[in-house]
């Protein structure tokens, strides 16, 4: 199951930046925080611990499993059912500790890469700069509750540049590629039909199988917590999937 950046160091230990470090360049390059950035399960564990809310971690867990888009729909409302209860809960002074740790995370990313970063990094990046801001607006505006349903969006853009967001991002883009060629991960071992333009290559069948054992393997390497790995195995199996002429 996918859990990245779960837990804080500590409740009040969150003002210094964490160490950020650019990981698998050689294949699609992903950004891994040491330290861990604040999410829901984190703030529940600090100061929620005592209110009726239901297994948040699972509930949150899951929907980093889930496709990315059906993930962020159950996130939101997971933030916009919980924050209402809990936000009263976090001293405004922690929820501006927060919003500092994430000003000091983007600074961070900023010194040390500026705008060297891929695409597929800089956009969540950009949107996560974009909730700190809103963060920022509703901290002066006295709205922490809101400050913190930004922050959380902001961490949330944050984790889509790491290693396992990204594999998982991969791994379904193969699974998808692999149905259109004539069967998922679980699919028959077969070669590939024929490609659209109604050609075939006599490579494209050992492509199609390669590309199955590597996207089972990625998908082994993230629930073992081996997420580089995960995210090398995913992008072989998809530049494999490309020149099988499934895109």
Known sequence: MLILLAAVAGCGDLETSPPIDLVT?????????????PTLPALVDCWG????????????????????????RARSELY??????????????????????LE???AEIDSRFGGGLSTSLETPVFEAGAARNRALRA????????????????????????PAALARALIDRGEVALTELGGGIGG???GP???????????????????RRL???AAAALDEGQDALALRRAYYANRLLTEAGSW
Request: net charge negative; hydrophobic share 35%.
């Open 80 to 101: 916009r059912g919980i924050l209402p209860v809990l936000s009263p809960e976090v001293p405004p002074e922690e929820v501006v500790a927060l919003v500092r740790t």
């Open 139 to 162: 901290l002066d505006e006295e709205r922490p509750g809101e400050a913190l349903l930004h922050i959380l969006e902001a961490v949330d853009h944050l984790h889509a540049t790491t």
């Open 215 to 217: 996207l089972i393997g």
């Open 25 to 37: 360049q050689e294949t699609a390059p992903a950004l891994h925080f040491g330290t861990a950035l």
């Open 188 to 190: 028959s071992a077969d």
């Open 193 to 211: 039909p024929a490609r659209r333009n109604g050609t075939s290559d006599p490579y494209d069948s050992e492509r199609h199988t390669r590309a």
């Open 49 to 72: 611990r005592s209110l009726p809310l239901g297994d948040v971690g699972r509930s949150w867990a899951e929907t980093w499993s889930a496709e990315p888009e059906e993930g962020a």
């Open 104 to 106: 000091a995370t983007l």
